[in-house]
C-alpha cells in the first residue's frame, strides 16, 4: 500500500477579531490507500478544520499536505478545484443535495463541471446510484426521498468521480440508526470491495466502531491512534 | 468547456423556469426599454425617410435663388424687400455658368380663381417652360404649356390636385374647362400628379401654374417686365451643385454691380441645405427618444441586478456544494452571468415583438410612417444583452468568491 494522505506539522491559525485560534495543532498524519479512519473528538477540537484541509477546500497556515505525494500548499484555486472535482467526494452530515434538482442531475454534478459529454454524465450518474441501491429513483426530487436516501444520492454524487478519497463529515448525524446503519454499511462495502478511502468525523462511537482505525482529537492536536482489528469476536486495539 | 457553457445555458434556462413569475417580472423592464427601443428608433427612422422623400419630391438638385435684402444708405431690406432678379438674370446665368442644365423662373400671387359657382383661393404661379421640369412635376392628365403659350401670353393654365379637389366635382374632367383667375379666363391644359406636403408643411399641391408671361402680363401686373420671385436652377448631378452655387453667386453679383464690401442682393439655398436642417430635427427626436429607452433598460438592468442578488444569497450554500465538487470560480461565474444573460435575452426577444406590435399599432392607428430595419432589431438585441452581462457581473462575481467553506456553512 501507497500512501495517500501525508500530513506534516499542519497548523491552521485563525484570526477572530484580536484573538487568535489555533484550529490545528501540529498535526502529522499518514493515511495509506485503501484505510477507513474515524476521526472523533468534541466539537471545537479541530476535526472540521482538518477535513477542510484534506478536502483541499481550505490551505493550512503552516505546514505541508502531500495527497498522492502532490503538495496541495503549492496549488493554486483552480488546480485545487480539479483536485476536488477528480480525487476527492464529500458525504456532508446535512446531505447538502441540490433542491429542486433530480437525483440523477444531483450525481451528475461534478460531471458537469468537468465539461463531459451530457450522455456520459448521465451513464455514470445512473451507475453510482445503483451501487448506493437507487436505481430507479433517479427522478425523484430530494424532496420525494427520504433522509437515508439523500444521503445515499449524496455518497453517489461523491462516488461518481472514482475518488481515491472519500471524506464523509459526520454523514449520519441527521440520521436515525436503521438509516445510519444503512448508510455505513455502504461505507463499509466501498472500502472493503473497492478499495476507496474513507475518511469519517463522527461523535457517535458505534459509527467509529465501522472504521479500521481511529484518530482521537482534542485542541487541535491527535492525541490518539488506534488501529481495529475488524473481527467482531475479539475487539483487539492497539494504541500507537 | 464547449459542452460546458451549452450544459450552463440549459441549467440556467431550468433555474428561471422554476421561478418563472420572478423571472417575468424581471426581464419587464428590459422588455420596456428594448421595446421603446425598437419603437422609437423605427418612427424615428420612419419620420427621417419621410423628410427626404418629401425633400426630394421638391428636387433634390435644384438651386433655389430669391430676392434678398437691399441696403440702401445703410438701411437694409428684408428678404424679398425688392425685385432684384430678373429672367435677363436667368438668361445670363445659363449662358455664363456651365454647370446649370436648366434654368427657371416663377413669380406666385395668392389669387381667387373661380369655377363655375366654386371658387378658390390658390397660389398662382407664373413660371418659365423649364420649371416643371426642374422641380420634377408629372402630369396625370393633360400636358404642360408649350414655348409658344409662353411667347403668346396664352391664358392656358395647369392645375394642381388640391386645386382641381376645391374647384371641380368629384369625377369631373378638368382638362378642356375654362376657369376665371383674377377675372381673367384660363383654359385648364393640365391636372399634376400630387406631391404631398413640402418640407416646411406646406401643401405643394395647392397650386396653379401659367405661363410667365401671361401672369406678368395679364394677371399680376408688373412694376417692370421679367421681374420674377424666384429662379430655379438645376444642375446634372447632385455634386455639382456647391461649384454650380459659387458660380452663380460670382455672376450674381457682377451683374447687380455689388461691391466686395456690399452683402448679396440674393439668396441661394439648395435643397440639400433645407434637407439637413430637417434631418438634424429628426436626430434629435430620435437621441431624446433613445435617452428614455436607455433610463428604462438602465432600471431593468438594475431589476437583473437585484434578483440575482437575491439568488446569489439564496444559493449559498449551493455554491458551497459546488466548489466542494470541484466548480472553479470562472465557472461559477460563468454559471451566473448565463443566468443573467439568458435573462435579459428573454428581456430583449420579448421586447422586440413588444416593439414591433407597438410599431404596428402606430402605422396603423396614427398613420405615422415607421421603418424597423435588421439593424434596428439586432442593435436592440445585442444592447439588452450587454445590459445582462454588465449587470450580471457584480452578482456574478461576487457569487464566485464565496469561500467555499463559509459557503458550506451558510444557513
Redesign the interface.
Known sequence: MSALVVCEDIWKIYRLGDVEVQALRGIDLLIEEGEFVAIMGASGSGKSTLM?IL?C??HPTRGRYLLRGVDVAGLG??QL??????QIG?V?QNF?????TSALENVQ??L???????RQQRVLAAEALARVGLQGREGHYPSQLSGGQQQRVAIA?ALV?SPSLLLADEPTGNLDSTSSQEIMDILSRLNKEQGITIILVTHEIDIAAYAKRELVMKDGRIVADRHIARDASSLSVETS | MMIFLWLTALHALRVLSRNRLRTGLTVLGIVVGVGAVIAMVSIGEGAKIAVAERVASMGTNVILILPGAVTTSGVRGGQGGAVTLTTADALELKKRVPLIHEIGWGRRDVLQVVNGHKNWNATVNGISQSYLSIRGWSFVSGGPFTQQDLETAAPVAVLGQTAVDNLFEPGEEPVGTIIRINHVPFRVIGVLAPKGQSAEGRDQDDVIFIPFTTAERKVFGTRFLGAVGALFASTERIEDLDQAVAEIREVLRQRHRLQPDQDDDFIIRTQVDIGKVHEETGQTLTMMLLAIAAVSLLVGGIGIMNVLLVSVTERTKEIGVCMAVGATRQQILIQFLAEAVILSMIGGCLGIVVGMLGVQTTTTLAGWPTIITPETVGAAFVFSLVIGLFFGLYPANKAALLNPIDALRYE
Open positions: 477542510n478536502g477546500l481550505d484555486a483552480n478545484a480539479e483536485i476536488r472535482n477528480r464529500f456532508f447538502n443535495l441540490i433542491p429542486r454534478l461534478p458537469f463541471y468537468r465539461g463531459m459529454p451530457l454524487r468521480v
